[in-house]
């Protein structure tokens, strides 16, 4: 968020995926839309259409919920191609084609999108320019026993709970603005395309990391230095985000999977001093 980056959240159904979800817009205190991906939903039912109407002869554009600062993919790769491609301009332009008009998104634009994994019977996989749109993809995998005793010990049922905002976009703007301004040493930038640069030659991986993985991993780096409360980069900045930034845009062949592939390059390439 603090890098202007989208978020896919991929994990096992009943993990908390879309209660997180939830929580987070309601903490940010922007418009939100809830989007329910299903494999009859239609690229009009998420972008909006333009309708005739009857008593001024002509027609007019009705919004989809994608105008939102804050949009909720749930189960996205539920939906086939056609649909979720129509994300795609929204997440990389933050704006819409509709019927040779373009409609500009409120700013700031961030999706939140959450799959199930692939082997899940009624999936579609994302193809691959739809995941290089999303700037991390995250797991929250299993909770600690501790955790998850509590769960069961006191679990009520709070779906309408609401959440105080505790941030408005105005200061979230304010806020990438100064990460923004977060120093980036040529070092640094060289440590980058190192470990890029990796994966174009390593004849596991199919799809080696693109330039925009590149400008992910140095903005990524940036806001991670500015949570950590700096104002320069580090290399281990760059450690910290790579397996987030950069798992879901490597296709390895069968010998690694991904999350091994990034461990592996983190290993064998350099780090500066």
Known sequence: MLARG???????PGMGKTTLSHGLAQALGMSYQRIQFTSDLLPADILGASIFNTQEQRFSFHKGPVF???VLADEINRAGPKTQ???????EEGCVSIDSERYTLPTPFFVVATQNPQHQSGT??????????????LSLG?????????????????????????????????????????????TVVDY?????THTRHDKDISHPLSPRASIALAQGARAWAF??????????????????????RINPHDVYSQGS??????????VPL
């Open 68 to 70: 939102s600062q804050v």
């Open 124 to 137: 579609f996989p994302l193809p691959e320019s739809q995941l290089d749109r999303f700037f991390m993809r």
């Open 142 to 186: 299993f909770p600690p026993a501790d955790a998850e005793k509590q769960l069961i010990r006191g679990h009520i049922p709070q779906r309408d709970k609401a959440i105080d905002a505790i941030i408005s976009a105005e200061q979230l703007q304010a806020m990438q603005a100064n990460v923004d301004k977060v120093t980036i040493a040529n």
């Open 227 to 248: 949570m950590e409360g700096r104002d320069f980069v580090m290399p281990e900045d760059v450690q910290a985000v790579f397996a987030s930034i950069c798992e879901h």
């Open 261 to 270: 592939v990034c461990s592996d390059i983190l290993a064998r390439v350099k």
């Open 192 to 196: 980058i395309l190192s470990l890029v």
């Open 6 to 12: 989208h978020l896919l959240l991929e994990d096992l």
């Open 85 to 91: 491609s129509a994300l795609l301009e929204a997440m």
